[in-house]
């Protein structure tokens, strides 16, 4: 039996629209109205696609399937198609209308099915259940003899009259005259033929939706398909079955979820769009041939193989590259997913899933770095050797003689990353100043195990210092040993280097240190998975106990905020008041800040040694829009004069038209840039009870031209107050900000 839930109005709304959105990978209502009034160009097909799309959400809603996943559209899309072309295949009757609220129920079963069945892989089920669901209509079709097969689509012209007079007509007759490219008219049949239309305005209304909607989108649909049209081409394949069938809408939907959605777009994806489409024109013939023995469609099943295929490819690889990542959260919209995950990249680094801490406390500079002088060569080539320098850059005190004269001989050496020793030499005698053991060559030496791809190897360490043994388990910062002289070593360094394998003479990985601090002669710069060089001078953050507490944000931790604005436009100064935030999760354990008075969200992350703030959706006349900016990236181990740097996704502070021609171009070339940086001012004791002050600059640059600077004071108090004043050309905003757990 089924019990319907209390369902909001709203709610059933919403997952209506976007299961029309969602044939395109989109959430924009704009879109799904657009689509809606295009279903309905064929009112059969329109009225059959709607009763599909509300019993297959009631269907889920009554049955009790997570309601956001019901919201997203994604347990209707399949059904609407289904439909779709149930209801253009025969005439509006009755039983037709039976036919669909039928094969609705089916369709969503088989979308729970292959949600289950390819979930487990981390795969998305795409328009499968369409096609069993369109199958199993169209193979049962010849005993279904009390439906009529419609004759709409026939007389073109008189249908567009009843929908929408002469003028329509009038309008319909100048396209089909003006429109003779062969290329444009199959483009626009295509995208009409994902909504089951045949004819130009139905392709022409879409393209026009999907260049405002998103223009990322838009070009990949014109890539796709040309990429395939140029391949039929190439390769003899007669392109007349393109205006027969319109299945070309397979190329466009490759291309959109390949380029746009599953994947960050960028020149690499891009660049695999052109490389798979001929697949998918090669996966489009085949079928053709053998579904015309079944006298049914195709339909979206190339596209499904294709795309479903090159997804799990990418699953299997051991390593990731940078450049051709799937997107960890979806956004809805192509160019939100490139702003948002191009800067994301560069502080969660995908190829880099481990973040490895320098391996001593205090400053040690690189004697040695990648592809060095002496060793360090080919396979074994990626690896740092460590010392402590002097004021003059001398590793040593007096003669030089002896070990102790070393700043670093005798020093602790800790563990990058939890793990697990898998072995640990700790007899090797440390040499002579001068001497090497070419015997023993890597001395005394720890490897620890993070994961089955990932060890590090810490050498020439002092003679019997160790303080762990093989098989230990092993926390980042512990105790492993003392930088010693053993081995090939003629003076005392510390050896490092990542590696894949756990035996000694293992070859080096390039892999990189996660978060560290390079002295320079102003300060120190924050650096994030990043490769120290020679002669640079690196420290590990100690942690600011200040910043851990005020930058912990708790879900259920309530924050009052008061909001004072200075600007001469009555839009700034409506900002000013006061507003409750509070500290949320959502359905991706994603934590958020939300202002309650406007809706605003800002996500962020905290490691326990950088704080970032990774996206917000609502207004930019929001106190918490500012206090997400000013506290963009924070490094919860800040030492006075240190500073840091990254880079404000583009689509938060810029808007309107030069926004509007970056998307185009976005995947290619950003010629619109926001750079951040932080530096912090004054913290007294860094370990003591003084308040911290930090200094944030926002820049937005045009073809890298600065075109407007945003100032800003960040104040942090013993008392858990966090303090922001912004300053530009258009206002002066300070915020108060006190935090307060939730009463519960």
């Known amino acids: 039996m089924i019990t319907f839930p209390s369902i909001k109005r709203k709610e059933i709304v919403q997952s209506v629209l976007n299961s029309y959105s969602q044939v395109f990978f989109s959430g924009s209502n704009f879109l799904a109205v657009l689509l809606i009034i295009i279903s309905f160009f064929d009112y059969g097909a329109g009225i059959g696609g709607l009763l599909a799309v509300l019993v297959a959400n009631l269907l889920a809603y009554g049955l009790g399937y997570n309601k956001y996943l019901i919201s997203s559209g994604i347990y209707g899309y399949n059904a609407l198609l289904v439909g779709l072309g149930v209801g253009l295949f025969y005439q509006p009757s009755f039983e037709v209308y039976a036919l669909i609220v039928i094969a609705a129920v089916v369709t969503f079963f088989i979308t729970i099915v292959f949600q289950g069945v390819l979930g487990k892989y981390g795969l998305p089920f795409l328009s499968i259940p369409f096609l069993f669901g369109i199958w199993i209509v169209a193979l049962s079709g010849g005993d279904l003899t009390a439906l009529n097969i419609s004759e709409r689509g026939i007389f073109t012209y008189n249908e567009l009259y009843a929908l929408g007079g002469?003028?329509?007509?009038?309008?319909?007759?100048?396209?089909?005259?003006?429109?003779?490219?062969?290329?444009?008219?199959?483009?626009?049949?295509?995208?009409?033929?994902?909504?089951?239309?045949?004819?130009?305005?139905?392709?022409?209304?879409?393209?026009?939706?999907?260049?405002?909607?998103?223009?990322?989108?838009?070009?990949?649909?014109?890539?796709?398909?040309?990429?395939?049209?140029?391949?039929?081409?190439?390769?003899?394949?007669?392109?007349?079955?393109?205006g027969y069938t319109f299945i070309g809408f397979n190329y466009i939907l490759t291309a959109i979820a390949l380029g746009g959605y599953y994947l960050v777009p960028g020149r690499v994806s891009f660049g695999w769009i052109i490389l798979m489409l001929?697949?998918?024109?090669?996966?489009?013939?085949?079928?053709?041939?053998?579904?015309?023995?079944?006298?049914?469609?195709?339909?979206?099943?190339?596209?499904?193989?294709?795309?479903?295929?090159?997804?799990?490819?990418?699953?299997?690889?051991?390593k990731r590259?940078?450049?051709?990542?799937?997107?960890?959260?979806?956004?809805?919209?192509?160019?939100?997913?490139?702003?948002?995950?191009?800067?994301?990249?560069?502080?969660?680094?995908?190829?880099?899933?481990?973040?490895?801490?320098?391996?001593?406390?205090g400053e040690w500079t690189v004697s040695q770095g990648h592809s060095g002088e002496y060793t360090h060569k080919d396979a074994w080539r990626h690896a740092w050797d460590f010392v402590i320098t002097d004021r003059n850059g001398e590793q040593y005190k007096g003669s030089g003689d002896f070990h102790e004269d070393y700043f670093c001989f005798g020093k602790a050496v800790l563990a990058p990353f939890d793990g697990t020793v898998i072995e640990a030499?700790?007899?090797?005698?440390?040499?002579?100043?001068?001497?090497?053991?070419?015997?023993?060559?890597?001395?005394?030496?720890?490897?620890?195990?993070?994961?089955?791809?990932?060890?590090?190897?810490?050498?020439?360490?002092?003679?019997?210092?160790?303080?762990?043994?093989?098989?230990?388990?092993?926390?980042?910062?512990?105790?492993?040993?003392?930088?010693?002289?053993?081995?090939?070593?003629?003076?005392?360094h510390l050896h490092f280097q990542f590696q894949v394998t756990p035996y000694i003479g293992s070859v080096t990985l390039d892999y990189p240190f996660g978060n560290y601090l390079l002295k320079e002669n102003n300060g120190y710069t924050q650096k994030n998975f990043e490769f120290p060089k020679k002669d640079d001078i690196v420290v590990n953050p100690a942690k600011n106990e200040l910043l851990l507490k005020a930058l912990h944000f708790i879900p259920g931790q309530r924050m009052n905020i008061s909001v004072e604005v200075d600007s001469p436009k009555e839009k700034w100064r409506k900002m000013a008041g006061d507003f409750s935030w509070l500290v949320q999760t959502d359905v991706y354990n994603n934590t958020f800040i939300k202002c309650e008075k406007d809706n605003g969200l800002a996500y962020l992350h905290n490691n326990d040694e950088l704080h970032y703030f990774t996206n917000f959706t609502g207004t930019r006349y929001?106190?918490?829009?500012?206090?997400?900016?000013?506290?963009?990236?924070?490094?919860?181990?800040f030492l006075p004069n240190s500073r840091v740097n990254d880079s404000v996704p583009v689509n938060l502070m810029f808007t309107g038209v030069l926004k509007f021609l970056q998307d185009f171009v976005a995947p290619l070339y950003l010629f619109l840039n926001i750079d951040y940086q932080l530096v912090m001012k004054d913290a007294g004791d860094i370990l003591s009870s003084g308040d911290l002050e930090m200094k944030a600059e926002i820049n937005k640059r045009i073809f890298g031209k600065t075109v407007n600077t945003y100032e800003i004071d960040i104040k942090i108090s013993q008392e858990n107050i966090i303090q922001v004043s912004v300053n530009f050309n258009e206002a002066k905003i300070n915020i108060t900000c006190q935090n307060e757990l939730e009463s519960r």
């Open 278 to 318: 001929p697949a998918v024109v090669l996966v489009t013939t085949s079928t053709q041939q053998i579904f015309i023995l079944l006298k049914i469609s195709a339909y979206s099943l190339p596209f499904n193989i294709v795309v479903l295929m090159f997804l799990y490819a990418l699953k299997l690889r051991e």
């Open 622 to 637: 929001s106190p918490l829009f500012w206090f997400f900016v000013a506290l963009f990236k924070v490094p919860i181990g």
């Open 166 to 242: 002469q003028y329509f007509v009038d309008f319909y007759d100048f396209l089909e005259k003006h429109i003779s490219n062969s290329f444009v008219r199959l483009y626009l049949h295509s995208l009409g033929a994902i909504f089951f239309q045949s004819h130009l305005l139905a392709g022409i209304v879409i393209a026009v939706g999907l260049l405002i909607y998103s223009r990322i989108t838009f070009v990949l649909s014109i890539l796709g398909f040309s990429v395939a049209f140029l391949f039929y081409q190439l390769v003899g394949i007669e392109f007349s079955s393109l």
């Open 425 to 492: 030499v700790n007899h090797i005698e440390d040499n002579i100043i001068g001497d090497v053991n070419t015997k023993e060559n890597w001395g005394n030496t720890v490897i620890i195990k993070h994961n089955d791809y990932l060890y590090v190897k810490l050498s020439h360490l002092k003679y019997h210092s160790l303080e762990v043994k093989a098989g230990d388990q092993v926390k980042k910062g512990q105790l492993l040993g003392r930088c010693g002289n053993s081995g090939r070593s003629p003076y005392p």
């Open 321 to 361: 590259p940078r450049k051709l990542l799937e997107t960890p959260v979806q956004l809805g919209k192509p160019e939100k997913n490139l702003y948002l995950y191009t800067g994301n990249l560069k502080r969660f680094p995908a190829a880099y899933p481990v973040s490895a801490t320098l391996p001593f406390l």
